[in-house]
Every structure is written in structure tokens, then in C-alpha cells.
């Protein structure tokens, strides 16, 4: 069950609105996969139906709403954020050597990595050219280019600290780069193109990137205690290539080995922190002018922390 | 010996001009490895030491020298394009398993595929970050990024194609999009961006694209013609990955198989085909302006058909 239909539940107006133009995101989307060769087509296809949550262009609509929200500059900006996520996960998928990615063969298993580091680089300027950019400030065009930058410069930190004692200082770090980047860029862009002020922009930047944060420690501990089936990836893939996640980073603090005991504790240290952030999150959505969008962002935030999948 | 370096005998106050600039575009990508990170920072100055032929930050400089040249911006632009160029080459060698990259062991062969994923990433992230891009008109900005797409687009085409029979029309499609449009971007961006009229910008944007075409039929050329040395990368490397490029192709269509004597036939009729598209450059270049700009362009591509590397 995605995020967003767990929303559908309030179904308010806004509810419903964010449903309407997601639907115009996936058109726009499918609109990507239109290149005239029909073999390049099919891998492209492939990768878009992977059906995903959305959770990134939701953030970009729903922040659009604390301003004067114009849907045709929304559903852009929240098309690019997600094909720029779908890059990173074809091309995370030739790194991690991921056989599945969301119940699906992943591109570079099907397709071979050759295919998958090229299909990955085309979905990645088709994130750019997807966008008019006479129509948006030159500086968030640039926030996103900022975000691709920071994001990789996470993945080769991250990649560079395979078999490594890692602290949790330095996985917040990466996640920080890795995963949080791009929700705060959805968040504060979105906003930002709505006319927000500056202030309330990087408050909602900053939301976005304690839930994004939140997001990945829950992500990492759910590698752990769910099987395949309910993740749709390879289950406990991260410690077999040597990247040791916040559960394992605690487990080895008091144990010398990651046993079943020590494995669990991990997972509890890590919840908690994943509580933590998103506590952090809570409090500046609290302090955001009330509004339909700010009860929407709290639904959203409650939902992300309960996730089991 | 580099292109420019042949140049440099004209000494021109123009090729002088050129010189200092081009040491602006090399300091300016030295500091692209400025990340915090030591180990990332190895990677990243590992592949800027690459020492190449700047051909593309050449015609950048060189085009903005038809309208009012501004240095600053012809500099930023000739390195994001650069920087671009590098990214390509990288995630390219991933794909050909080379172990050279001219004279030097390739990213992929010293620090494994998957850095080399990342590290291209990077510089393409690097590519747009470099650039203010509130100097730029944004459809300029734009073209770099439908560049990224078509150089894709391309690459996953020619994959797609291995093994197979191509015809020399299909070659010259894919030719087109990997090499020859950054060469087009490079020369048509520099002078648009120097306020020459569209029209001239266009016309230098179309010598840009043949000059690419003649340049990689070369490159291919020297893939069966010359030893390990003069290249620095594996020789008839493309032959055994299924890539049949246009000597193989014009062998292909003499003679069953690829012989001494067809694939010799087809190297005459590649380097004609080269030729060709050269003097088709060459007459849009006698059109252009008298300038000293229209004189090294016009040397340029003179070295560009001989080059013997």
C-alpha cells in the first residue's frame, strides 16, 4: 500500500487534488519512455512501471500548496525529482548487484549493467530536459543539479566504506546525502516555486530532510526483519557487500560479532532514532501556518514511521 | 602531441588568446575535486589528469571569439562541457571493459565498475553545478541537457546493436548522437552565448556536428590501423565486444567475413567518408566571416582529419 493511499482515508480536498495531479506526474512520466527507438523504449518502459510511492513528487504538490500552487510548474518539477530518484536506483542497483528492486527483476539483472549505467544516465537528462527551465528560477534548477551532486558524492562515500567500522556519524552522513537530499529538495523547491517566503521554503526543506533521514533508518531496518516478499528486494544484501547500516553499526557497539541478539538491539537503537528524527520533523510541522496542507504533511510524516514494507 | 599544440605554431595573438583561456577551463576543473572527501577526491583527480586533446573547451572559447567574447562565461561553459565529455568517457569504458584510457588504466579497471558508476555521475552532476546558470539564457542551458539525452540515447542504441549487421546509415545515427553533438553544443552555445546571431550560431553548431562525425570515423579508423601505444586504448577492442563499426561495416558488405583485405578496403572508404564530411565543414566554414577565429577553425580542422592518435 503506498503512502499516499493510506492518506486517501481523510479524504479531504486536498486529498483529493494531490491524487488529481500525481495522475498528471505519471502522465508526463509515461511521456519519458516516447523515444523513437523501439529497443531503448522497452528498458524504459520497464523502469518507469515500477510503480513506486511517489513519495518525493507528493512532497513537491503538497508543499506547492503552502503557497500559490500552479499545477503545470508542480507536475514538472515533481516529474524530474522522480525520474532523478529512478536514475539513482538503476544505477544503485549495478552497485548493490540487486537482483529485485519493488517485486521486479531490476534493470541491470535483466538488462545487464552496460544497459543499466546507460538507461540510468538517460533518465538522469531526462530529468533536466523534462523541465522548461525559463519557467522556474535559475537558482532551483540549480538545487536540483546541487542534489545529484550531493547524492553521488554520498554513494562514493558510502561505496568507499564497504567492510568498514562504520559511526554513526558518518551513516547519517551518507544518508543525509543519499536519501534525505532529495526530499528536501522536493520540499523546499516546491514551495519556493509557489511563491513561499524564504523562511517558510527552508523550514519545509528542513522537514524534508528529517523525514528523509527517518526514511532511510527505517528502510535499513526493515532490510533486517522482513523477508523478501514484503520488501521486494534482497533481504540483508547491504551487510553481505560489506555496507553496514545503523542496525549492524549499533550491533557491533556491544557486541564484537552481529549475532541475533546483538542484531536486535541494533534494530530497537535504530528505531528509536528513526523516532527521533521524525519527532524533530513534527515539531516544525506544529510550528508551519495551519493549514490543509500542513495536516496533510503531519498524515504523511505518522504514516512514514509506521511503515512495514 | 594535442591538437592545440599543432595550432600553436601559427602563433596568432588569437592562439595565445586561446592558450590563457584554456588554462582558466584547467584550473577551473582542478577545482572540481575539491570535495571533502579524500578518498573520493583520489578518484576524481585520478580522472581529471586524463590530460586530453580539450577539443570541446577549444571550440567553445574559439566560437565565443565570433561574437563578443566573455570570458568568464566561455570558461564556465567550456568546462561544464568538458567535465560532461569526461563523465561519457567513463561510464563508457564500464560498458567497452576497457582497461586504457589513453595510456592510463581506466576508472573501472583500477577501482571497479561500480566507482566508476558514481564517479561519472559526479562529474555529470558537476557539469550543471559548475555553471551560474542565471548567466546563461536557459534554452543554452537546456541544449547541454538534451546533449546528456542524445549522447544516451545514442549509447544505448550502438549497445542494442551489437552483433548485429549495421548499415553505414545506422552508424552514422549513432556517430551523430555520441560524438558529434557535443561538438555541435560546443561550437553553437559558444557563440550564441556571445551574442552572435542565431543564424551563425546555427552554422557553427552544423561544422561542429560534421567535424564530430569525421572525428570519430577517425577514431575508428585508428581503433584497427594503429598499435596499443599510439591509442592508449585496446586496440580492435570494439571488433571483439560486438561492435562493428564503419571499417567493419563497409568490410562486411565486400566479403563474408573481415579479412585483411576487406577490413584494408574498408578502412579507404572510412577515411573517404571522413573526407567527405570534413569538406562539407570546410564549405561553411569559407561562408563564415573573415576573422582570425575563421582562420584557426579552419586550421583545426585541417590537424582534426590528419591526426594520427
Do not use: W
Not at 48 to 58: A, E, F, S, V, Y
Not at 92 to 121: L, N, T
Not at 128 to 138: C, G, N, V
Request: charged share 30%.
Amino acid at each position: 500500500m503506498s503512502v499516499f493511499e493510506s492518506i486517501k482515508g481523510m479524504e479531504t480536498p486536498l486529498s483529493a487534488e494531490i491524487e488529481k495531479e500525481l495522475k498528471l506526474v505519471k502522465d508526463m512520466l509515461g511521456n519519458v519512455t516516447r523515444t523513437k527507438y523501439a529497443g531503448i523504449r522497452a528498458v524504459i518502459e520497464d523502469v518507469m512501471d515500477l510503480n513506486g510511492k511517489m513519495l518525493r513528487p507528493i512532497f513537491v504538490i503538497l508543499s506547492g500548496h503552502f503557497g500559490a500552487y500552479r499545477s503545470e510548474k508542480a507536475v514538472q518539477l515533481a516529474a524530474s525529482i522522480e525520474l532523478l530518484h529512478l536514475a539513482t536506483l538503476i544505477h544503485d542497483d549495478i552497485v548493490d548487484d540487486s537482483k529485485m528492486r519493488r517485486h521486479k527483476e531490476s534493470v541491470q539483472s535483466k538488462y545487464g549493467k552496460d544497459m543499466a549505467v546507460y538507461a540510468g544516465d538517460y533518465l538522469l537528462a531526462k530529468s533536466l530536459t523534462i523541465l522548461d527551465s525559463d519557467k522556474y528560477e535559475a537558482k532551483h534548477v540549480d538545487r536540483l543539479a546541487e542534489g545529484i551532486e550531493r547524492i553521488c558524492e554520498s554513494e562514493l562515500l558510502q561505496y568507499q566504506s564497504r567492510f568498514n567500522t562504520m559511526t554513526v556519524k558518518n551513516y547519517l552522513r551518507i544518508v543525509s546525502g543519499k536519501t534525505a537530499t532529495l526530499f528536501a529538495v522536493a520540499l523546499y523547491v516546491g514551495a519556493a516555486e509557489s511563491g513561499c517566503s524564504e523562511q517558510l521554503s527552508k523550514q519545509l526543506g528542513r522537514i524534508g530532510h528529517e523525514l528523509g533521514i527517518a526514511f532511510q533508518i527505517i528502510d535499513d531496518v526493515l532490510d533486517f526483519s522482513t523477508t523478501q516478499k514484503n520488501v521486494g528486494k534482497s533481504t540483508q544484501n547491504d551487510l553481505k557487500k560489506g555496507y553496514y547500516t545503523l542496525p549492524v553499526i549499533y550491533a557491533l557497539r556491544e557486541s564484537d560479532d552481529v549475532n541475533p541478539k546483538s542484531l536486535e538491539s541494533g534494530i530497537q537503537k535504530s528505531r528509536k532514532l528513526a523516532i527521533k528524527y521524525t519527532d524533530k520533523a513534527f515539531k516544525r510541522i506544529e510550528k508551519l501556518p495551519d493549514s490543509e496542507a500542513k495536516d496533510l504533511l503531519q498524515h504523511i510524516a505518522t504514516h512514514m514511521l509506521k511503515r512495514q514494507y
